[in-house]
């Protein structure tokens, strides 16, 4: 079945610099990508998404990309912050109609004050 | 409610017992999941309820691991005769359509 590998699986980074986490798949049928945070002993809580027809979003800090030919997508965060500290999961909807995600393995992003 | 409610928070059982984990979610979302996360580990996909259709079961190990969702609300994922690999916090999730999942707090399982 579908699979998505996330890279790379910890990340480290001073205080204002940028974080690129990068999630590659196969399927080119699939059509929704969201990311996702989770803080230690909290809940994956949503903090951007992209659609297939869209090529980048951005929002504040955050943006992601989407590079449908090569199927990547990667989730960039500049300016990073201690609070910004979390596992990051990117996400892609299966196919054939469901709206169940596949996840990435995760990212344990620190930001170094 | 407001967010998805999922309770118990926390269970700790006895090996070979059954047990059963409830997810109430947003109302009027039509999607409902279940994930499990081992510790330090990713979200592995369970099951996945969407309206009146069958559920997608094909993310359940085992066969001692079910769901229901009654009423198109309401799930339970039941587990039998649980075994010390059970434990992990499982997550549960409901969606509106193509909006993206928001998550429950989880219950936390540990089977002893």
């Known amino acids: 079945g579908e699979n998505v590998e996330q890279h790379p699986s910890t990340l480290s980074v001073q205080e204002g610099d940028s974080a690129v986490i990068k999630c590659t798949y196969s399927?080119?049928?699939?059509?929704?990508f969201p990311w996702y945070k989770q803080e230690l002993g909290k809940r994956p809580q949503l903090i951007i998404d992209?659609?297939?027809?869209?090529g980048e979003k951005k929002d504040q800090r955050i943006a992601v990309t989407l590079n449908k030919t090569a199927k990547h997508f990667s989730l960039h965060i500049t300016e990073t912050q201690p609070e910004d500290s979390a596992v990051y999961f990117c996400a892609l909807s299966s196919t054939s109609g469901t709206y169940k995600y596949i996840f990435g393995t995760g990212t344990r992003l620190k930001v170094l004050a | 409610g407001a967010g998805v409610s999922q309770s118990p928070s926390n269970k700790v059982t006895e090996k070979g017992k059954d047990v059963e984990l409830r997810c109430d979610p947003i109302?009027?979302?039509?999607?409902l999941y279940w994930y499990r996360q081992s510790l330090g580990q990713g979200l592995e996909f369970l099951i996945y309820?969407?309206?009146?259709?069958?559920?997608?079961k094909s993310g359940l190990p085992s066969d001692r691991f079910s769901a229901e969702r009654t009423g198109g609300s309401v799930s339970t994922l039941t587990i039998q005769r649980t075994q010390q690999e059970d434990s992990a916090v499982y997550l549960c999730a409901s969606s509106l359509y193509t909006r993206g999942y928001t998550f429950g707090s989880g219950t936390r399982l540990t089977v002893v």
């Open positions: 399927d080119s049928a699939s059509n929704y």
């Open positions: 309820f969407q309206g009146n259709s069958a559920p997608d």
């Open positions: 992209i659609r297939s027809n869209v």
């Open positions: 109302s009027g979302h039509t999607a």
